[in-house]
């Protein structure tokens, strides 16, 4: 699962940097951003996060009891229904576009808000699809296959590379016409890359795929549970559907290319999170429905481990992107259109995401436990407070920050970073004292801890004693192949690597065990 996610997250930053040396940043790049989060809607509501709360638990469990024929008359029923819902939606947004576009960005020019329309009437028929590719994700981590369901989304960033490509390379009357041109054409890209998405999973299902019967049938055994489990899931995820457009719309409140600047940041703050906090997650919760609710201390254990390996693992990355990921953002962005000065303030507004990141990833854990008892309220509940303090904290800190520049760029979207953080670690907090009420203790050892954020401090002045000297001998600025610039991207790759190296050989040396899934007697 870390090996797929890792290229899908790779192919990602590959994807923003083609944008970046295209588009650089401003509103066009704000317009992208903008249509890409808008129709999430249907994507976090019925997605991957809301389907492991409802679906995997009782496809799992059917499963595990060999009611085969049950788990596919589940799995087809909950196909029907979500297609429906989802295309059904879709629609709806595709009509209320123009709408959507003037409520959301009302300070944008009416040429703006046109091509922002334009953008959604594509990107929303797309969610719809990626809402049955996060379906074809539930089969295939019930069956304990996670690397084509995780690696999927690469297709998805492949065709927006090409699509943007292909519009690079024509010709054009006017500069606005080109930009107006490459935006569209990653908006189709990502419509196609939508049905590729979806379409490279079905081979690999196998004999799961042979028992599914897609229907609309709501008295399927399990369906009701799904449908209970979903509702207050559903909820909480339209709560961070707000909150997510509500950071767009403030974003669009500060200097043009914040809502760029927000986007890049968030897409390497969830590069780790995907990698390791979601990866543990999603593969612990097939395994953790199996135990059932009333297997207590088992899944005491199973906790208590994996929130040790996210914790190892999240920790350096975060103190990573707090001493470097200027370097970074600068390694992966800073060519053509996308400046030094775009680079620094990026990594300002990742530093700030990265205070809450290890809370953030063990989240995903605590989260999964709980939909591993049936209880998807308690979680929901937390995230309706963890969005209303994240949203405050930002608008309290997002306009003064926005007052510090570098070069034209404000440093407002640090404010939403800096809420987030926050937010995230009253968000652990709670969720582990709920969870210790239900299954006891289930914390990793203190120990582990201080040895992880010891290595991570000195791997950190490692890495910085790197970039400042020997990685500004070997890999100058300056320093290109084939006309394209690669000095600050190997820099960066080498001062990552230092970091890594130290950090492993003081941490012990490799990640806390995995335990066994076999069954009894296998």
């Known amino acids: 699962m870390g090996l797929g996610i890792l290229l899908s997250r790779i192919s990602g930053i590959v994807r923003d940097a083609a944008v970046a040396y295209y588009l650089g940043s401003g509103r066009l790049v704000d317009i992208f951003f903008a249509g890409l989060r808008a129709p999430n809607l249907l994507q976090n509501l019925l997605g991957e996060g809301s389907l492991s709360a409802s679906f995997i638990p009782v496809y799992a469990r059917f499963l595990e009891e060999d009611r085969s024929e049950d788990a596919g008359r589940f799995a087809g029923a909950a196909l029907g229904l979500l297609a429906a819902t989802a295309y059904g939606a879709a629609l709806l947004g595709m009509a209320l576009a123009p709408l959507l576009a003037r409520l959301l960005f009302p300070t944008w020019d009416p040429d703006s808000q046109l091509l922002l329309t334009r953008v959604l009437r594509i990107l929303f028929p797309m969610t719809a699809t990626l809402v049955l590719s996060a379906w074809a994700l539930g089969i295939l981590n019930s069956h304990r296959r996670f ?294 203790e289930h914390g990793p050892a203190f120990g582990g801890l201080a040895r992880a954020l010891g290595a991570s401090v000195v791997a950190a002045a490692a890495a910085w004693v790197f970039r400042r000297n020997l990685g500004e001998i070997l890999f100058p600025a300056d320093l290109a192949f084939f006309g394209i610039g690669v000095g600050l991207l190997l820099k960066a790759l080498g001062t990552a690597a230092v970091f890594g190296v130290v950090y492993l050989v003081l941490a012990g040396l490799g990640v806390p065990a995995l335990p066994s899934r076999r069954r009894p007697g296998s």
């Open 147 to 440: 690397f084509v369901s995780y690696v999927a989304p690469v297709a998805w960033n492949v065709a927006l590379i090409t699509a943007l490509f292909l519009a690079a390379g024509a010709v054009y009357p006017t500069q606005e016409a080109r930009g107006d041109a490459l935006v569209m054409a990653l908006a189709w890209g990502g419509l196609a890359g939508g049905v590729l998405q979806f379409l490279v999973q079905i081979p690999f299902m196998g004999r799961a795929l042979g028992r599914i019967r897609p229907s609309l049938g709501r008295g399927v055994t399990g369906v009701r549970e799904a449908v209970s489990n979903l509702v207050p899931v559903v909820l909480a995820r339209g709560a961070v559907n707000l909150s997510a457009y509500a950071d767009i719309i403030l974003a669009g409140l500060l200097v043009a290319g914040a809502v760029g600047h927000l986007g890049r940041a968030q897409a390497l703050y969830l590069l780790p999170i995907s990698l390791f906090g979601m990866a543990v997650a999603a593969a612990e919760l097939p395994e953790l429905s199996r135990q059932g609710p009333a297997a207590g201390r088992l899944l005491a254990e199973r906790v208590r481990g994996a929130l040790g390996r996210v914790r190892f693992l999240l920790i350096p990355s975060a103190v990573a992107y707090l001493a470097f990921g200027d370097l970074l953002v600068a390694g992966l962005y800073e060519r053509g259109s996308f400046g030094a000065a775009d680079s620094r303030t990026v990594g300002w507004v990742l530093a700030a995401y990265a205070l809450g990141l290890p809370a953030s990833g063990s989240s995903r854990t605590l989260s999964s436990a709980f939909y591993a008892l049936r209880d998807t309220r308690t979680p929901a509940r937390i995230a309706f407070l963890r969005i209303g303090l994240s949203l405050g904290t930002a608008v309290l800190v997002m306009f003064p920050l926005d007052r510090i520049r570098i070069g034209p760029w404000g440093l407002g979207a640090a404010g939403l970073g800096v809420g987030a953080s926050v937010a995230a670690w009253v968000e652990y907090g709670l969720l582990r004292r709920r969870l210790a009420d239900r299954i006891g």
